[in-house]
């Protein structure tokens, strides 16, 4: 670690429970974000801002006009570009250290055990059923640690599903496929987006860094309307 990564990370050094040790686990980390949306595209920033040392990111949407309420890292004049690309620049920007993999595609079952190959954690960004139920589903195969969220109007809720765990699939087994609400349809408000992305970008760098305890056998639920958060035991 050089004079400038020591300046960068020395806020992160200078927390008791990552300290240099951890920060240099984070840089030789791989984490993949599925969804560059209002989840995805705050944990993945983040994550870039936190040094971790490669980020795969994994959207095959566009950006559009409708989405910069709650997605903070596109501008007006971006629309109608790759979402993914448009935020590896702004990782890149952030944090030039790390290798950031841009996959413009859609995550899905044909794909998925080649993006979450060499990962150290997942993050399920899309609040999109089918992808939660895919990455929940092949990690556990996998034995690798994912965090999934999803969120609605000014609630959310996020949960850390790890090996030999209880997982998303124990929680909600009836989900079908296509069962996808859009956020055309389904309001959602900006802060509880990130709220939510903090809370899984929080949850990977505690992972990589070795601290506990995770979200793991429980669900954390809150709503910003009446300020409430509760832990589910799950």
Known sequence: MNADDRLRYSRLIAIENIGREGVEKLN?????VVGCGALGSMAA??????????????????IDLS???RQFFFTSDETGKGKAEM????????NPNVTVEVHNSLFCEKNARNLISGCDFVVEATDNPDSMTT???ICGEMGVRC???????????????LPGKRRYSDIFPQIEEGGVLPCSLNGVA????AVA?????????????????LLSDKMLVFDLLDLSFDLIET
């Open 28 to 32: 030789n980390a791989t984490v993949l």
């Open 45 to 62: 920033m983040q994550l870039a801002a936190s040094g971790v040392g490669r980020i795969r990111i994994v959207d095959f949407d566009t």
């Open 67 to 69: 989405n910069l309420q």
């Open 87 to 94: 935020l590896a620049q702004r990782m890149s920007n952030l």
């Open 135 to 137: 990455v929940d589903r």
């Open 147 to 161: 965090v999934l969220a999803g969120v609605s109007d000014f609630s959310g809720q996020v949960m850390t599903c």
């Open 190 to 193: 900006g802060p509880a987006a």
């Open 197 to 213: 992305a903090s809370i899984e970008a929080a949850e990977a760098i505690k992972s990589i860094a070795g601290i506990t305890p």
